[in-house]
């Protein structure tokens, strides 16, 4: 078992309220339960000698190791090739189709021998409430059963377990056609423990979360040129959204750096207004109606919770169940991963002002709501006109904007354009669905806002839309803004902010958000390119019709996923994946920027 993994290394399951990473050597190194924002109970990602992991593989030194998905699922299979034979561990977390919150969830870990003999070694090593509680452990009837405050944990497994101090170890020789299995399960205080597994059982709960994805993907009215990419994207989506509520969270781990050895590392299992907002986008061109009409309800709830309460109508972030209480801690007991600390749980960015989140929000509730086909009722539509009309008052103001960077607020230009965008969509709802408003505030807002943008955010050095009021650098966060209708695709001013970002912050397609050396943010340190802003990138491209180099820039994308089709946040300058993982921000830009290039394709196919 290696110390610390690549970050790509890994393929994710999960259940609908959590998930777990696992490696290519078959280690679960990162599992919270019983939400994703949980603390931890595996956190070898984080701290090799102290996390706690769960490792399910063969013992010869001889193998070759390969993992892929069962197609269209979320089952993860490694497989284990070695002079002796061919063995595999399938791992997947039976899915919880209930919208009520579980406190109960398992981990099934499937071993079977293809070919020859393989010998399979079993360690589990929890660490309780990221490795700062002390368990106790009770093996009765082959059951080992882990006792934490506030939490019991069982392993069960078809072959015989054993102490190992604190922990449990097992093997087990298969030969071919055999199979074994071993169940994590984690459930609260009083939780009792399940039945045993056998072979037999095992079986059918298999098929039934293989039919479950597979029944999901089906769903989807995609149709394109990039199936498998998207079809993992969205699959990758859905777990990584919290069925109770339906708020997706940003990522599903925490601490993993933006650059190895430095300080840029976060906590991202929570619900990003922005990256939920977008999520609904993308899930609605896929036609998965009833995930983004569950977020679209969760938004109105965040919206209702503030309603009269004076102050910023939303925050930045919440809990996956709404609860806008993110503090943030040092997990000083946490190496991090390679070194890279500090480790933090919670963030502090939620207090943060970021006025682009209203023009996300606008955004997604208009295009869903059109998609879904509901109608705004009377009370909704009056709390839509206060959130716009406090808006057209208070969008005029320095904010941290889209990066959360700690480095002092500024009028940031991509902050107004999204305000513009807020907007603009309300006044096309107040239209469509003949509700009453002050459209006479909204659109002198509206318009001011435009008018603003384009004599302060236009830099005449780089004849180009730029970050902020006042500067010349450039940001790739503003490359939404011909999406959301800001600015004419394929318009002057738009072409040559385009070929500016070219210029600055493109390297070899690949694109970064913006460069810290000359708008500095607070942190130390560098960061790699950022994967959501290579995919915004193919998504400009193609509107402004650069097909080629659109297409060119997509497929070259795709390279950098991992062996499983998942993405982090950035790639590094050797091609490899920094920060959290997988990232929702990344697999919803793909989706969009594939809907895009593909119908931007088949319009040229079609003349």
Not at 126 to 140: I, K, V
Not at 300 to 305: E, N, S, T, V, Y
Not at 425 to 452: G, S, Y
Request: negative net charge; proline residues 5%; aromatic residues 10%.
């Amino acid at each position: 078992m290696r110390r610390y993994p690549p970050i790509a290394d890994h393929g994710l399951i999960g259940d609908l309220q959590t998930a777990a990473l696992v490696s290519s050597e078959g280690v679960i190194d990162w599992f919270a339960a019983p939400r994703f924002d949980s603390p931890s109970i595996f956190a070898s990602l984080l701290d090799h000698d102290g996390g706690g992991h769960f490792q399910f593989a063969p013992t010869s030194s001889e193998v070759t190791r390969r993992q892929l998905y069962y197609p269209d699922s979320a089952i993860v299979v490694t497989r284990f090739m070695s002079p002796d034979g061919v063995g595999e561990v399938i791992d997947h977390m039976p899915v919880i189709e209930s919208q009520t919150p579980s406190d109960r969830h398992t981990v099934v870990r499937i071993v079977r021998t293809v070919r020859g003999t393989v010998r399979f070694a079993l360690e589990c090593r929890p660490r309780f409430d990221y490795a700062r509680a002390e368990h106790q452990l009770d093996m009765t009837d082959g059951t080992a059963t882990f006792r934490a405050p506030g939490t019991t944990a069982y392993l069960q497994a078809t072959f015989p377990l054993e102490w190992d101090g604190r922990d449990v170890r097992g093997s087990v020789t298969l030969q071919a056609g055999q199979r074994a299995a071993a169940v994590f399960t984690v459930c609260g205080r009083d939780g009792e423990a399940p039945q045993p597994p056998t072979v037999e059982t095992i079986a059918p709960a298999l098929r039934d979360n293989v039919e479950f994805w597979q029944r999901w993907v089906r769903t989807s009215r995609y149709r394109g040129r990039w199936p498998d990419m998207v079809n993992r994207s969205a699959i990758t989506l859905k777990l990584l959204t919290y069925a109770p509520t339906g708020a997706p969270v940003a990522a599903a781990t925490m601490g993993l750096p933006e650059q190895v050895g430095g300080e840029r590392n976060w906590d991202y299992r929570y619900t990003w207004v922005r990256d939920g907002s977008l999520s609904v986008r993308a899930l609605l061109d896929l036609g998965f109606l009833e995930e983004a009409a569950q977020f679209v309800r969760w938004l109105g709830d965040r919206l209702r919770a503030r309603d009269g309460q004076g102050g910023e109508p939303l925050q930045i972030m919440y809990r996956v169940d709404g609860d806008p209480h993110l503090s943030e801690e040092v997990l000083d007991h946490f190496e991090g991963y390679r070194g890279s600390g500090p480790v933090r749980a919670g963030n502090a960015a939620a207090d943060q002002l970021q006025l682009d989140i209203y023009g996300e929000v606008l955004y997604a509730m208009s295009e869903g709501i059109e998609e879904i086909g509901q109608q705004v009722g009377y009370h909704g539509w009056k709390g839509i006109t206060r959130l716009l009309d406090w808006l057209a008052d208070h969008w005029d103001r320095p904010d941290e904007g889209i990066w959360e960077t700690r480095g002092g607020r500024k009028d940031f230009t991509f902050s107004r354009v999204m305000c513009w965008a807020a907007l603009d969509n309300c006044l096309k709802m107040a239209h469509e669905f003949r509700r009453p408003a002050n459209t006479e505030l909204w659109t002198r807002a509206r318009d001011t806002i435009l008018e603003q943008v384009m004599e302060r955010g236009w830099s005449e050095k780089e004849q180009a839309l730029v970050q902020h009021y006042g500067g010349d650098v450039l940001d790739a966060s503003l490359l939404i803004a011909p999406r959301v209708g800001f600015i004419a695709p394929r318009s002057p001013g738009w072409l040559s902010t385009l070929d500016a970002m070219d210029h600055r912050l493109v390297s070899d397609s690949l694109v970064y958000r913006y460069d810290p050396a000359a708008s500095p943010d607070g942190l130390r340190g560098s960061e790699g390119t950022f994967s959501l802003c290579t995919f915004l990138y193919v998504d400009a491209l193609a509107r402004a019709g650069r097909l080629p180099q659109a297409r060119y820039t997509f497929e070259k994308m795709q390279t950098y996923a991992n062996h499983v089709g998942l993405f982090a946040e950035e790639i590094g300058p050797s091609g490899e994946q920094l920060g959290n993982f997988p990232q929702a921000f990344t697999h919803l830009s793909l989706i969009m920027a594939a809907t895009t290039l593909d119908d931007a394709l088949d319009r040229l196919a079609a003349r």
